[in-house]
């Protein structure tokens, strides 16, 4: 159940096969839910050209894992995945991957959720956006 | 007594410097007031002591690693809020 921060862009459904490939035994799963976040090219009624997300290192990689190992204890989970990017980003590429593997759907469905909203409201990340003119801290939850 | 305090995203940018080390502090409030240069605090600032959220009034010991931040993307829950 690793949680992992890159810095560069990923592919969230390659990731997601890759890992159940290595990861996962063929039979055991009925359940895969997954949760893709993708960069918007508008925010707050304001284009945005580019975005930075900034991290605090060691404390945000140590948060993802406390919200998936409490994920594994609140629910009968057989694993679950997250990535996130860090630094500069595009619209469209993708910010951040969250997958849950489960014998039945409730349980994919409610941890998947339940990751990515612990990680929004506890994982230590800072996005600034750039506009058309300058640039601007993203203090607001979307 | 070595203590590091750190700041990220916009409260380094006010700040003006992203680390600073200073030789003693009792609490994480008092952290604040030396590194900072006496800033006031911004509100809904959050702390962390070690890379664990703690409060303003937590105690800091030699070696500890403090950290300053406005909140992280998605808001916060109260727990999480230095005072």
Same mark, same amino acid.
């Given at each position: ?28 799963? /009925?359940? $895969?839910? *997954? ?5 918007? &090219?508008?925010? %707050? ?7 930075? +997300?900034?991290?605090?290192? /060691?404390? $945000?990689? *140590? ?5 998936? &190992?409490?994920? %594994? ?7 679950? +995945? ?7 980003? *595009? ?52 | ?83």
């Amino acid at each position: 159940m690793p949680a992992e921060i890159r810095s560069q862009l990923f592919d969230p459904w390659q990731e997601t096969l890759r890992y159940q490939q290595q990861h996962l035994q063929a039979g055991k799963y /009925g359940a $895969t839910a *997954s949760f893709v976040g993708t960069m918007r &090219d508008f925010n %707050q009624g304001d284009d945005v050209t580019a975005m930075t +997300l900034e991290h605090y290192p /060691g404390m $945000t990689e *140590s948060y993802l894992q406390k919200i998936c &190992d409490e994920a %594994q204890q609140k629910w009968d989970l057989l694993d679950c +995945l997250i990535i996130h990017r860090v630094g500069d980003i *595009s619209p469209a590429e993708p910010i951040v991957l969250t997958v849950v593997w489960s014998a039945h759907r409730r349980e994919a469905f409610d941890a998947c959720r339940y990751l990515m909203e612990e990680l929004k409201s506890r994982a230590p990340f800072w996005k600034k956006e750039g506009l058309t003119e300058g640039h601007r801290w993203v203090d607001k939850n979307t | 007594m070595s203590i590091s305090v750190k700041f990220f995203a916009r409260l380094r940018e006010q700040v003006g410097k992203a680390d600073v080390t200073l030789e003693s502090a009792n609490t994480v409030q008092s952290a604040w007031e030396q590194a900072s240069g006496g800033m006031p605090m911004p509100d809904n600032t959050l702390c962390a002591i070690n890379m664990e959220y703690t409060q303003l009034s937590a105690t800091v010991r030699d070696g500890d690693e403090v950290a300053f931040f406005p909140p992280v993307t998605g808001g916060c829950s109260g727990a999480c809020h230095a005072r």
